[in-house]
């Protein structure tokens, strides 16, 4: 009897992660009815190292990635808005989902849409991408942080602690909590964080035959929109911890970028669209940087230190 190949997949522990790590292995097995996929969930009482990080900071994804690199498992599951523009020497990107809602969302106490919050609302939006852009919108709003997984901070909503809560659409669809969406954002409110939508499937740079397998999974365009968004962030030396948010959309064979750089206390905000042909996603992510720096990003930038 011919013993099965096994591929052992890691993630982070909490709930979600664990889905995003689920939702992997039933594509893979689905593919690859031979190989026997495992998923390992990295322990709780190793995260401590962590610290205070939550799940999807920057530490807490550079901890694992990190992990990833020294433990027995063969891949790792991330959040593609959490995948570090430039990886660390030894890992890559083995296969990019394909893309659900890109946008954000707003549940809200009495199921406004953001139009329709009253002044002083408390809203959570634990990102200040989202603040920054929101607040260059609705400046009488208070942007509040607040820790705990989604379905706590849809609690604190709902138990009236707070008036609204600001989320990825794609996290809310893995979690099953569409019902609660009062409204699900567009660009010209809040444009997404790089990658927003997917998941990223990390190998080894030298695992070829893990490389291989996981590469069935991948799909084309949405791995095209990421590369151009991520070559927009690159080109800027920005990370997804800062306020800017970008996203690729294809339409036949060309690939649109949008892009949004702001003030985190949202008193200025820069944004700027560009299109070309598939395949340019490098040079078009470029593009997009020198228009955004052109319109005054620089300036934006300078302000932040990050220039």
Request: aromatic residues 4%; hydrophobic residues 40%; negative net charge.
């Amino acid at each position: 009897m011919t013993t099965k190949l096994k591929c052992r997949i890691g993630s982070d522990s909490d709930h979600l992660s664990k889905l995003q790590l689920q939702e992997v292995i039933d594509s893979l097995s689905k593919l690859c009815s031979k190989i026997v996929f495992e998923g390992e969930p990295v322990p709780e009482s190793e995260l401590h190292q962590t610290g205070k990080a939550g799940p999807n900071s920057r530490p807490r994804i550079a901890w694992l990635i990190q992990s990833f690199l020294e433990q027995q498992f063969d891949a790792m599951v991330v959040n593609a808005a959490c995948v570090p523009p430039v990886l660390p020497a030894g890992v890559a990107i083995g296969a990019v989902t394909s893309r659900l809602t890109p946008y954000d969302v707003i549940i809200s106490k009495n199921d406004e849409i953001f139009d329709e919050l009253p002044a002083d609302s408390a809203v959570i939006a634990n990102d200040v991408r989202r603040e920054a852009q929101l607040l260059y919108y609705r400046h009488d709003l208070r942007m509040v942080k607040s820790r705990g997984s989604i379905d706590s901070l849809i609690q604190k909503v709902k138990s009236a602690k707070v008036d609204a809560v600001i989320l990825s659409a794609a996290d809310v669809e893995r979690l099953q909590k569409q019902d609660y969406v009062a409204e699900v954002f567009t660009n010209s409110l809040c444009v997404p964080a790089a990658g927003q939508g997917s998941l990223a499937v990390l190998i080894r740079a030298d695992d070829e035959q893990c490389g291989k397998i996981v590469h069935a999974i991948n799909d084309p365009a949405s791995l095209a929109e990421l590369t151009a968004e991520w070559a927009f962030m690159n080109a800027l030396s920005l990370r997804e911890s800062d306020p800017v948010g970008v996203l690729g959309s294809i339409e036949g064979k060309k690939i649109e970028l949008e892009g949004v750089l702001a003030l985190p206390d949202g008193t200025e905000k820069i944004r700027s669209s560009v299109s070309g042909m598939l395949g340019k996603e490098a040079e078009l992510g470029q593009l997009l940087a020198n228009e955004i720096l052109e319109a005054g990003g620089k300036d934006i930038l300078q302000e932040l230190n990050l220039l």
